[in-house]
């Protein structure tokens, strides 16, 4: 028996554009002095990262697979197909690379390998929505001299910077290598520039600039609402005031919720208008009936996809605002400056009130991939027995 324990080694988030470092160390768990001590072989192994694509046939129509080699290579065993047996299509994938061939372990010996690739820049980001999902994976292929291959997988998440695939490096820059006999100095110097350019286009989300919005209906002004940025990035803090002081109109209470809108693009509709999906991350209601001022704070979640846009699907982000408010002028309770009595003051027991909503559009960009690990609840590492 062999034991393959595969882990990575900065965790389970990248941007789209980085190297993941995958160490996978083959054991022979056999102790020496066992009276059935015996070296172990395995004739090669090697790894490589895709991307399965899965839908809900109720809500898309599924698009063609684009290598249809793939269902027929599954019903055999001795062929390395890293997506074997998974649900849905392979849509990217790198080409494999050979760990070794003809490995022999001792009993007790072990031996590691470094597995290097650059998540594609191409591909979908991780996600998991009502319609549609995409996952990302990195699976090692083994096998032993005629027997069937064995595969350890070690899923992963990846996020993407949007327009970063579109950029063109300018004809003078520096990314060619300078030496013709070193190939990947030229790959390792624009590997991370993108990343650089990642984090540039990231930093936008922390330069404010002040939004104010009149809060009115068919009666009159209601108040304002101050938000102080509308772009944000995971794992931040939404933060809002309102100001209904110079109302005309009482406000009873306020919902605001931060949701996230997946909609299948037109083409892929099973069922034309109802390809469209609401998710809420967070919600604050208040009563604010006779108050001057307040806030709230939304928190974006860690775990919570980034918007973006495939031909397949987008999803993007909103604070939805609901607003319940009075007809009438709401008087509020008036106590006596020499009262030593305890007084009970009640509301009003009937109220006609009108309710109105609003939506504003946000923008969530990734965060540092680091920072995004912490919210994962799955493991960076895996491992099986051969």
């Known amino acids: 028996m062999i034991e393959v324990a595969a882990k990575l080694t900065r965790g389970p988030v990248f941007l789209a ?100 690739e650059t998540v594609p820049v191409d591909g979908p980001p991780s996600f998991k929505g009502q319609s549609v999902k995409y996952v990302y994976k990195l699976t090692v292929g083994c096998q032993r001299v005629n027997s069937p291959i064995r595969l350890l997988r070690v899923p992963f998440r990846v996020l993407i910077v949007q327009g970063l695939e579109n950029y063109l490096f300018p004809a003078d820059e520096d990314v060619a290598p300078s030496n013709p006999f070193l190939e990947e100095e030229g790959n390792t110097k624009k590997e ?17 600039s002040l939004h104010l919005f009149n809060i009115t209906n068919t009666r009159g002004k209601v108040g304002k609402f101050c938000i102080f940025k509308t772009v944000y990035k995971i794992g931040e803090d939404i933060v809002g005031t309102f100001d209904f002081s110079e109302g005309d109109i009482p406000c009873l209470q306020y919902i605001v919720s ?9 083409a892929f509709q099973r069922r034309p208008g109802q390809a469209v999906s609401l998710v809420t991350h967070a919600r604050c209601q208040e009563s604010c009936l006779h108050t001057a001022k307040t806030h709230f704070s939304l928190p974006i979640p860690l775990t919570a996809p980034p918007e973006f846009s495939t031909n397949i699907v987008s999803l993007s982000w909103r604070l939805h605002f609901e607003f319940v408010t009075s007809r009438q002028p709401v008087d509020p309770p008036i106590v006596p400056e020499n009262e030593t009595e305890v007084i009970v ?16 559009p946000v923008k969530v960009l990734p965060t540092n991939p680091v920072l995004a690990s912490y919210g994962l609840q799955f493991s960076s590492s895996n491992s099986i027995s051969i």
Not at 28 to 55: G, V
Not at 66 to 80: G, I, K, L, P
Not at 258 to 266: D, G, V
């Open 192 to 208: 991370s520039r993108l990343v650089e350019l990642a984090t540039e286009m990231l930093s936008a989300s922390s330069r404010r």
């Open 258 to 266: 931060l949701q996230t809108e997946e909609k299948i693009q037109e």
């Open 345 to 360: 003051l009640s509301g009003a027991e009937h109220i006609e009130v009108d309710t109105f909503s609003w939506d504003l």
């Open 17 to 116: 554009g980085e190297v993941l470092e995958c160490i996978i160390t083959f054991t022979n768990p056999m102790s020496m002095r066992s009276t059935s001590a015996s070296s172990e072989m395995l004739a090669w192994s090697s790894a490589q990262i895709h991307c399965q694509f899965s839908a809900s046939e109720h809500r898309v129509i599924l698009p063609p697979s684009e290598d249809s080699r793939h269902d027929a290579q599954a019903e055999n065993e001795t062929v390395f197909v890293p997506n074997r047996g998974e649900r849905g299509q392979c849509i990217l994938s790198t080409p494999p690379k050979i760990l070794f061939c003809d490995l022999r372990l001792d009993p007790g010996e072990t031996k590691s390998y470094s597995y290097c």
